[in-house]
């Protein structure tokens, strides 16, 4: 897979994983503290888009000892700045799989994106039921919002 952040050097590239089979690179990861580990979030958030993949899990539990470094780059993801727009499985597989497992104070810096899913979601969001997830996180931290009809962001303007 491709690195998400071109600025990353040779001896950062070279820890991260090569395939998705790659779960040793994940094992040698988890020495590494909190500094070395973050310019190379973005990239391990790649592999968590399918969750299926074999290295998707043991890449989810090293984020979630990190989520003070997690928080920012799956923000991005949950605003389409990061990867394909729209990606209803990656939003969906970083919410129930880091983000409901955060603390209280993490989940409430993405406070703004989850509002935003549960009640204006995407056609990808819908397909993959994230509204319903950032609707349970938020009943957890007792946000209330305006729900609405959870029109969809990308639906076509009713014309008469």
Same mark, same amino acid.
Request: charged share 30%; proline share 7%.
């Given at each position: 897979m491709a690195s998400q952040d071109n600025n990353l050097l040779p001896p950062q590239l070279a820890l991260l /994983?090569?395939?998705?089979?790659? &779960?040793?690179?994940?094992?040698?990861m988890s020495h590494l503290d909190a500094r070395t580990l973050e310019p190379l979030i973005p990239d391990l958030l790649v592999w968590i888009q399918d969750a299926n993949w074999p290295i998707a899990w043991p890449i989810v539990e090293l984020l979630r *000892?990190? /989520?003070?470094?997690?928080?920012? /780059?799956v923000r991005k993801i949950l605003r389409d700045e990061a990867g394909e727009k729209d990606d209803g499985?990656?939003?969906?597989?970083?919410? &129930?799989?880091?983000?409901?497992?955060m603390d209280k104070e993490h989940k409430l810096t993405l406070k703004e994106e989850l509002v935003r899913m549960a009640s204006l979601s995407t056609k990808g969001e819908k397909e993959w039921e994230t509204?319903? &997830?950032? *609707?349970?996180?938020?009943?957890?931290l007792g946000v209330t919002f305006e729900a609405g009809d959870n029109a969809s962001r990308d639906a076509e303007p009713e014309t008469k």
């Open positions: /994983p090569k395939s998705k089979m790659d &779960t040793e690179a994940i094992e040698q *000892k990190h /989520p003070s470094i997690v928080v920012g /780059p499985e990656w939003k969906h597989n970083c919410l &129930t799989s880091l983000v409901a497992d509204a319903d &997830t950032a *609707k349970e996180i938020l009943e957890e």
